[in-house]
């Protein structure tokens, strides 16, 4: 099993530029989450799907955000425009049918908007 | 207030030592508890799940307190290897996990 497969690993852009990040979750697992992690916030929950559908997207900062699933093998996370405070480093995780079963995180997507 | 809080550390302590970190959650209806590990430059790693009856894994055990609203986790017999970021976990509204921001523990020989 190869896993959550997150691209890319690292991301430098500047300001105002679109940022596209790509999430591959586990084969059969219906759960979908993007959290975004900061040495000051910490682990932050933006959006997570249930088969495909987004369920809760409270941790979306603001409008520039926007996530998509258009289908059980691939979601996207886009930032227009990004902006310095974006840096981050976006980590997607998936989950089988049960909320009380494990996250599998991917390796995440270190961002970085100068 | 946060939802889950718990000391950032770090904690340094000697291999072999026993250690525990804390952890309180504010949201009384959270069902599901759980640790995770993070290493430096990488993605979280569930260690355990937590039951109300509390529960061990090799020289991990995990405590849930309900009425206090807090979880435990307690390392015996400290190895190099358990130096990492310990996140601890509980569900929130809508089924999803809320993380705390998690406690350092740095072994040294």
């Known amino acids: 099993d190869a896993g959550v497969i997150q691209s890319p690993r690292h991301e430098v852009t500047e300001m105002g530029q679109e940022v596209t990040l790509r999430c591959k979750p586990i084969s059969g697992h219906d759960y979908l989450f993007w959290y975004r992690q900061t040495m000051m916030r910490g682990l932050e929950l933006l959006i997570y799907?249930?088969?495909?559908?987004?369920?809760?997207d409270s941790g979306m900062p603001e409008d520039r955000f926007s996530a998509k699933m258009p289908n059980a093998s691939f979601s996207t996370l886009k930032i227009q425009p990004s902006e310095p405070r974006d840096s981050a480093v976006y980590f997607c995780?998936?989950?089988?049918?049960?909320?009380?079963?494990?996250?599998?995180f991917g390796s995440g997507t270190q961002l970085s908007v100068l | 207030r946060k939802e889950v809080e718990q000391d950032p550390g770090p904690f340094n302590v000697p291999e072999g030592a026993t250690v525990a970190f804390n952890c309180t959650y504010s949201n009384s209806a959270s069902q599901s508890f759980f640790w995770y590990r993070q290493d430096c430059r990488k993605e979280p790693k569930l260690l355990m799940s937590?039951?109300?009856s509390g529960n061990e894994d090799g020289r991990f055990t995990a405590q849930l307190n309900r009425a206090s609203q807090y979880i435990s986790l307690l390392i015996r017999d400290s190895k190099l290897s358990d130096s990492a970021t310990y996140l601890c976990?509980?569900?929130?509204?809508?089924?999803?996990?809320?993380f705390g921001a998690g406690t350092r523990l740095a072994v040294h020989p």
């Open positions: 937590v039951y109300s």
């Open positions: 799907f249930n088969n495909n559908v987004p369920i809760d």
């Open positions: 995780a998936s989950s089988p049918d049960r909320l009380n079963e494990k996250l599998f």
């Open positions: 976990v509980t569900s929130g509204g809508y089924n999803k996990l809320i």
